[in-house]
């Protein structure tokens, strides 16, 4: 894996530090709350199972799964629910817990979803933001880092489903990809 590598952007010790930071403000922000942590999978697997032990107030935990790229490297704006949530949000404070934003399109189709089942609060946390590629408008209310228009693996982040275990985040090769 290591040679499909261009450039490591956050080590993990970056990572655990910033994810430290984050639990930190959503312990804070979220006192005396009923807040449902919704993770989306598959990418938000490591991240979610790392920021739930850094939150100091309870919690409940729940999953989507949803697809937007398939093998492709480009999103198709086409989002297709694989595993709903199990239990209901309504009346709950959710914060949607994602890997990566990129265009926005699976993360605004989500959100829109989820605020159709008439949660209290419902609230976004990325550890990744590439903020050249929106194309729609996102209010992202906690964010690890930006990073560039690059294709990124690592940290639960997948190519072709490969690389999804790097414990950090990386660039890959464009010849990986290009090839
Ligand atoms: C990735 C990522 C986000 C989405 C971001 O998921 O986890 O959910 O793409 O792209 P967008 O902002 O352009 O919509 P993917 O569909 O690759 O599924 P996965 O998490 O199972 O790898």
Redesign the pocket.
Known sequence: MQQDIAKILFTEEEIAKKVEALGSQITKDYQGKDLVLVG?????NIFVGDLMRKIRIPITLDFM??????FSTE?S?I?KIIKDLEHSIEGKDVLIV???????????YIYENLLSRKPKSLKICTLLD?PD???VNIKVDYKGFDVPDEFIIGY???YA?KY?NLPYVAILKREVYEK
Do not use: C, F, P, Q
């Not at 989306?40 to 938000?44: D, N, V």
């Not at 994602?98 to 699976?106: F, M, V, Y």
């Open positions: 989306i999978l598959k990418g938000a799964a949803v697809s937007s790229y398939g999103s704006g989002v994602e890997d990566l934003i990129d265009t926005g399109l699976t993360l605004n590439k590629r929106r194309k639960g982040i997948d489903e999804r």
